[in-house]
Nanobody, 118 residues
Framework: QVQLVESGGGLVQPGGSLRLSCAASGFTFRSYVMSWYRQAPGKEREWVAV???????NYADYVKGRVTISRDNAKNTVYLQMNNLKPEDTGVYYCSAESRPLRTRRYWGQGTQVTVSS
């Protein structure tokens, strides 16, 4: 069975840091592009970051300089390091996988809650 399990969320103060993890199983992890998305209360899900099968990365403009996406193919895990967190970063963070070279398969995790509040 395909599984994407996010962890590492929690309550942090503004300016704090969190490292999210997404553990993957049930598919060939190294052949998938991995992404992070987030959804704030009452808003649509939005893209945060992506890492390719060749470790190239891209970020949404509103998080550039504050977050870093990385992957460990030996552990079938993708990470999102988040620094200098702001209240507007609050939301549920989701991990996503998309197959390559053919973009025929797409998987989503259940999400992990991140709350930034003083």
């Amino acid at each position: 069975q395909v599984q994407l399990v996010e962890s590492g969320g929690g309550l942090v103060q503004p300016g704090g840091s969190l490292r999210l993890s997404c553990a993957a199983s049930g598919f060939t992890f190294r052949s998938y592009v991995m992404s992070w998305y987030r959804q704030a209360p009452g808003k649509e899900r939005e893209w945060v970051a992506v890492i390719s099968t060749g470790d190239n990365t891209n970020y949404a403009d509103y998080v550039k300089g504050r977050v870093t996406i990385s992957r460990d193919n030996a552990k079938n895990t993708v990470y999102l390091q988040m620094n200098n967190l702001k209240p507007e970063d609050t939301g549920v963070y989701y991990c996503s996988a998309e197959s390559r070279p053919l973009r025929t398969r797409r998987y989503w995790g259940q999400g992990t809650q991140v709350t930034v509040s003083s």
